[in-house]
C-alpha cells in the first residue's frame, strides 16, 4: 500500500515537473518528466493536467503551423528591404554626400538580415523581436521624417513598419498578410520608387 502511495505521489511530482517545463518552453524536458511520471504510475494518463499538457502542446502546433505564411512573408518584407536600403547606399556613395549614412546603413541592414533569416527559420523569438524592431523604426524614424520634412520617408516608413506589425501581431491569417503586402508594395516600394521616377524626370527636364 505504502509503494502504492509513494509511486502515485512519485508519478504527480514529475507532471508537476513536467507542466513548469512545459511553461518555460522546454517540451524535451517536459517529455522526459512525462515518462517517468507513466513509469510511476501508468493511471497519471488520466489525470486532466496530464491531459491538459497534450491539448497545450497540440494548440501550440497549431499556432505554429498558422505563423509559418507571415513569418516569411515578414522574412520577404525585410529582405527586400535590405536590397533597397543597399540601392539607396550605392546611390548615397555615387553621389558623394555618405555622411552618418554607413553606420546607420550596416546596423540596420545587419539587424534586417538577422530577423529575416530566424523568420526563415521560424524562430518565435525573431517574431516578437521583429515587431519591436518595426515599432522602434516606426516612431523613430516618423519622428525623423517630420522633423526633416520629407513627406515621401514617413509615407515609406509607416509602410514598412506598418505591414510588419499587421503581419506579425495579433492572430496569423492570410487576409492580414495579404493587407500587409499590399501596404508594404504601394507604401514602400512604391514610394521608393516612385521618388526616382520623379527625380529622372526632372533630370530630363
Same mark, same amino acid.
Given at each position: 500500500?505504502?509503494?502504492?502511495?509513494? &509511486?502515485? +505521489?512519485?508519478?504527480?511530482?514529475?507532471? *508537476?515537473? %513536467?507542466?513548469?517545463?512545459?511553461?518555460?518552453?522546454?517540451?524535451? +524536458?517536459?517529455?522526459?518528466?512525462?515518462?517517468?511520471? #507513466?513509469?510511476?504510475?501508468?493511471?497519471?494518463?488520466? *489525470?486532466? #493536467?496530464?491531459? @491538459?499538457?497534450?491539448?497545450? =502542446?497540440? *494548440?501550440?502546433?497549431?499556432? &505554429?503551423?498558422?505563423?509559418?505564411?507571415?513569418?516569411?512573408?515578414?522574412?520577404?518584407?525585410?529582405? !527586400?528591404?535590405?536590397?533597397?536600403?543597399?540601392?539607396?547606399? &550605392?546611390?548615397?556613395? !555615387?553621389?558623394?554626400?555618405?555622411?552618418?549614412?554607413?553606420?546607420?546603413?550596416?546596423?540596420?541592414?545587419?539587424?534586417?538580415?538577422?530577423? !529575416?533569416?530566424?523568420?526563415? #527559420?521560424?524562430?518565435?523569438?525573431?517574431? #516578437?523581436?521583429?515587431?519591436?524592431?518595426?515599432?522602434?523604426?516606426?516612431?523613430?524614424?516618423?519622428?525623423? +521624417?517630420?522633423?526633416?520634412?520629407?513627406?515621401? *520617408?514617413?509615407?515609406?516608413?509607416? @509602410?514598412?513598419?506598418? @505591414?510588419?506589425?499587421?503581419?506579425?501581431?495579433? =492572430?496569423?491569417?492570410?487576409?492580414? %498578410?495579404?493587407?500587409?503586402?499590399?501596404?508594404?508594395?504601394?507604401?514602400?516600394?512604391?514610394?521608393?520608387?516612385? @521618388?526616382?521616377?520623379?527625380?529622372?524626370?526632372?533630370?530630363?527636364?
Amino acid at each position: 500500500m505504502n509503494d502504492t502511495l509513494d &509511486a502515485e +505521489s512519485r508519478a504527480r511530482e514529475h507532471l *508537476d515537473k %513536467a507542466l513548469n517545463f512545459q511553461n518555460m518552453g522546454m517540451t524535451a +524536458s517536459a517529455e522526459n518528466e512525462l515518462n517517468l511520471a #507513466r513509469q510511476f504510475n501508468p493511471m497519471i494518463v488520466s *489525470d486532466p #493536467r496530464y491531459k @491538459s499538457f497534450f491539448a497545450k =502542446k497540440i *494548440d501550440e502546433q497549431s499556432q &505554429a503551423e498558422a505563423w509559418k505564411f507571415p513569418m516569411r512573408i515578414g522574412a520577404g518584407i525585410l529582405i !527586400a528591404d535590405v536590397l533597397m536600403f543597399i540601392l539607396l547606399w &550605392a546611390l548615397t556613395l !555615387a553621389s558623394g554626400t555618405i555622411g552618418e549614412f554607413v553606420v546607420w546603413g550596416l546596423v540596420h541592414i545587419g539587424v534586417d538580415i538577422y530577423l !529575416a533569416v530566424n523568420l526563415i #527559420r521560424l524562430k518565435d523569438a525573431a517574431r #516578437r523581436s521583429t515587431t519591436w524592431w518595426a515599432t522602434i523604426g516606426l516612431v523613430i524614424g516618423a519622428l525623423a +521624417s517630420i522633423g526633416a520634412g520629407s513627406w515621401l *520617408d514617413l509615407i515609406m516608413q509607416l @509602410s514598412f513598419s506598418g @505591414s510588419l506589425l499587421i503581419l506579425l501581431l495579433g =492572430k496569423p491569417s492570410k487576409i492580414r %498578410a495579404g493587407l500587409a503586402v499590399v501596404i508594404f508594395v504601394l507604401g514602400y516600394i512604391g514610394s521608393f520608387c516612385g @521618388s526616382f521616377a520623379l527625380a529622372f524626370i526632372s533630370a530630363l527636364g
